[in-house]
């Protein structure tokens, strides 16, 4: 049984298996699935994401399985133990979208099935999948380039940082003063990019984070109680096309979405040829799909 909460869950193979197998997806949707039954699973939308539950249902429809999507809160009448053991007894797999990153942990620790982040408050693991297939797509050889993260370092920020290292990659991050990724995430990404012959560059100075790097990312501002506020903190954050020529040439344009256009990026960058913004959505449904896999993988085969 596999969960996956964090980044961290994969091995450097995990994740090359997932992308791998992702990649026959893509090439053939009509390819047999590795797993012999069909799934049965539910996604729990606490955080509702048209993106998240078109994805998921894509993939399950690949699989052959059966998804159930349930908007709503967890542990409101059960109690978070009770839920992990309902969900256990009943179903393969829980897909969960939650703001409580605890809650996950909470549910993960008593559940005899695996449980999946489809996004908590401090990492957003599955998300990356995608970019990650799409930087191997772009970039024959990805490995020794450098992925770029500009704007507030929260949870789709985390996740990247653990990623970049599992793919051969550096990484830098430039982030308001107080807008820094967490301590522990910043530990365990400077430990994993040492492990795996990586860099990782923290900065205030989006120029320095941003020369000849191979991918720029951002996501979206924190709500601030006005626009001049948030402007005042994050609006030398902005991704620019006079910032994207500080990138590499080949360089690409990454955002999970949703975007504010104007605010953490332009239309001129959003809707550019360097965007794949909107292309790499397809590839969330290839990478869940085989993400779902590799977690049913132990129980399944």
Known sequence: MRHVLSVSD???DDIHWILDRA??????ATCSATVKRRPQAVLILERPSLRTRMAYEGAFHLLHGVLTVFEGG????DSVGDVSRVLSEMLDLAIIRTRNHEKLEQIAAT???PVINALSDREHPVEVLADALVMREQFTQPQGRRIAFVGDG???CASLLLLAPLMGMSASVACPEGYFPDQAILERSRESARLHGTE?????????????????YTDGWPTFDT??????VFGSFR???????????????????PATRGAEVTDGVLDSAQSFAFRRLKNLVFTSAAMIEWALGGDML
Do not use: Y
């Open 10 to 12: 994969w091995s450097k």
């Open 23 to 28: 990649s026959e997806w893509k090439k053939s």
């Open 74 to 77: 967890v542990g409101t009448s």
């Open 111 to 113: 559940a005899t099935i």
């Open 154 to 156: 929260g949870n789709v």
């Open 200 to 216: 990782l560059m923290v900065t205030a100075d989006v120029i320095d984070a941003v020369s000849d790097a191979a991918v720029v």
């Open 227 to 232: 626009q001049d506020m948030q402007e005042g």
């Open 239 to 257: 991704v620019t096309e006079q910032l994207m020529k500080r990138a590499a040439p080949d360089a690409i344009f990454l955002h999970c979405l």
